[in-house]
């Protein structure tokens, strides 16, 4: 027995050999010649490995050649790359929340490819804030006194916290501690931040009188957290904006809300209703908000804090900010995302225009749509209603009624492996499935994802071999 094993593991191909043979070349131009070989060295450890405790009993060696090719294949491709967004989810975190529209990515590009003026002050000749470029402009839009800008909203809460709260008590209400995304977590953040959390009322209820009782002399803030998808139904109660700021006032206290999803523009004309915009937590008498820059705003991932000229200052000294410091290209993107809102050109933020296109359009698109699948894939397609969502937090129970094309696998071919072969495509198509057929929403589909999408239908057919008759 072992004596097969050991002849069986002289059998291995030599290193030698395996990177003499012709189709490797390619892989050794893009990935260089010590990928190529460590890759065909983790394949042949494994061989051997799984030889030597038994899991296997013979090996065929043009396995460990295809095995190494679909590595290298794989790693030759970019890792981050665009994808078909077919889920109806127009804030979908794992495929990267909002998209830049073309006017904010020529910003992107002509502040990047060049020097800017990123922490110079042109008019005085020295050295500037990078903050500087977009603090009016968030001033502006929301209506706070003073702004700062950070790498995300998480880094924003966190710095408020240990910038104001560190070693002070911080009164949150249990209604509001939740799990956001699966890893930010308000006591998590609290910890970090050095502040000390203070818990009050109960998940369903927390009543003014709660916040009143747990003041001392060593709270230094009220904290307001947005539930983001975590919704108490039924039964339940909140001290209202206005009576945690008049207390907070009263008491000399600091009044923060994160507000997650953060809404800039009213989106009530499209039947979203119940979150409250930047503006009115500002004038509500909220001391400091924060939200992120690529949920409902539209923009790039950014965090936001808007506030207090005085609590703002306070922030800007603090050293942590440093090390959350938003970069050039993000600015550059945020600048000019903010200014589509200045000039009332929403309809040009994808985010927006996703979430407020019309029943009609929708349908359009997707008759459009199956009738080209048809049409190409010669699979059967038709045209459905669905049930799209703004996603990231916001609106949680909002369903936004939406158009989308359910399409018929080919023979043979179960909805699971046809989504997974969608997810391998050259762009990559991410849908669901239904019943048994496809289901492409069209409001998150982007102009042009159609053909992508034709294409990664086309390939599912299981006929193989013998393309011939195509052109
Ligand atoms: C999304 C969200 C966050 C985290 O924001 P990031 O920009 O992803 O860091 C924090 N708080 C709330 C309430 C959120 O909805």
Redesign the pocket.
Known sequence: MRDEIKSMLKDLPPMDELLQKPWTSRYQEILGREAVRSTFADVIGEVRRDLLKGLIHSFDPTLIESETRVRLEKRSRKSLRRVVNATGVVIH?NLGRSCLGSEVLDNVRTVSASYSNLEYDLEEGARGQRHSHVEWLLSSVTGADAALVVN??????LLCLAALGRSKEVIVSRGEL?E??GS?RIPDIMDFSGAILREVGTTNRTHLSDYLKAINTQTAMILK????NFRVVGFHSEASREELAALAREKELIFME????GVVADLSPWGLQGEPTVRQCVESGVDLV??????LLGGP???VIVGRSQLVDRIRHYPLLRAIRVDKMTLAAFEATLRLYLEGRTGEIPTLSMISQPGETLRKRARNLASMIRRVTGLQARVVMTQDAVG???YPAAVLEGFGVEVEPPEGVSDGSALERLRNAPVPVIASAKEGKILLHVRTMLDGDGMDVIGALKDLSPREAGNDGED
């Not at 995300?152 to 809460?157: D, P, T």
């Not at 994160?258 to 999803?261: F, R």
């Not at 924060?290 to 949920?295: E, H």
């Open positions: 975190t995300n909203n998480a880094g924003a809460v939740v956001i995304g930010f957290v947005h539930p983001s994160d507000l997650g999803s924060t939200f992120s820059g690529d949920k991932q950014i965090g990231g937090g916001a």
